[in-house]
């Protein structure tokens, strides 16, 4: 029994084929959607490549960017086709790629789906990308004297002013690292010396952070160095002076605003995919429809159109045995009933008896 089965005449299958000749062509624009979203989070994932360790973040970008891609090359191929169906005569050279077409198509628009969810899970890679990456700039910030490393100060620092941000995960990670170069260092100082001596591994290492770190709308200079030393500072307490640096960490803050990002890029897939689903199932009641006509003969009359042929569990069932016979070399599929011919043939005289067969004289 077919699956939801719907009776076409011939009017109704040429508003169909036009209707969808039109969508196809608004999916190409949605292929360039999908396409210019990918590229665009591709270059805003680039922007911050300096402070993200490297790892499979690119994976949704690439995708959304492949499949923008094939839905521009599909849904055009998609427009011809439709726009070939409404007349009979046109659909016969298209009656055998239609089905073939439908398939990558409905391959397609899973992978659009795929695209959309992966917008929403890869939050804990690109967390734990941001981690590692911004560990590592923190880390080298005082080396700017080294090649490859010099750049880093300077993207910490319009970092943390651009996006309102301090440290990694706060303003305590800077308590932690020596983000003075040694070149500024006095070393003549005493108070230097005891910093380098009373840390193990010989760092210097201060309660304070970068000046990229304090809060233009303070309504008291920055103060940057001794933040935890209350008696250092008049009417001061760190506790409660909140305005004076950028309290958020740089992680959180971009997961902020990669998340946001994302989610409207999800979105946008989605609606995207939902749509996709739509033309493909008008183009499958199209072709079910028309090869229907063809069948009958009678082009000016009605057809059924249905999205499966059988109901779900014949149709999964035919599917499966397909799949299990195609390792199989010499036998036709037992999906048709039949069994190969060049099996289990018993041997045959072809109706003749008392055949005598004729010995081969020995070699004297």
Partial sequence: MAVLKVKFTKTKRDKLAQILWI????????????????????????????????????????????????????????????????????????????????????????????????????????????????KDAIKFYKDTDIPGRCFLKKTVDMLQIGFQCCGNNGFRDWFEIQWVSPRYLNMASKEVLDRLKSNVDGKFLVDGVPFSCCNPSSPRPCIQYQLTNNSAHYNYDFLTEELNIWVKGCREALMDYYTAIMRSIGIAALLIWLFELSVLIGVRYLQTAMKNVLLLGDLEGESDGWLLENSFVETAKYNISIIKNLGKANQISTVTGMNDPNINVQNTNCGKTNVTTKSIPAAS
Wanted: hydrophobic share 50%; glycine share 8%; with cysteine.
């Fill in 23 to 134: 969508l196809n062509w608004v999916s190409v624009v949605s292929g360039i959607i999908l396409f210019s979203l990918g590229l665009f989070l591709k270059i805003e994932i680039k922007k911050r490549n300096e402070v993200m360790a490297k790892g499979d973040i690119n994976s949704v970008p690439n995708l959304l960017i492949s499949v923008g891609v094939i839905a521009c090359i599909i849904n055009f191929l998609g427009g011809k086709i439709c726009y070939d169906c409404s007349d009979a005569n046109k659909f016969s050279r298209w009656k055998l790629v239609m089905l073939p077409y439908i398939v990558c198509t409905f391959c397609f628009t899973f992978c659009i789906l795929v695209g959309a969810l992966m917008c929403y899970t890869m939050r804990n890679e690109l967390e734990e990308s941001l981690y590692l990456g911004l």
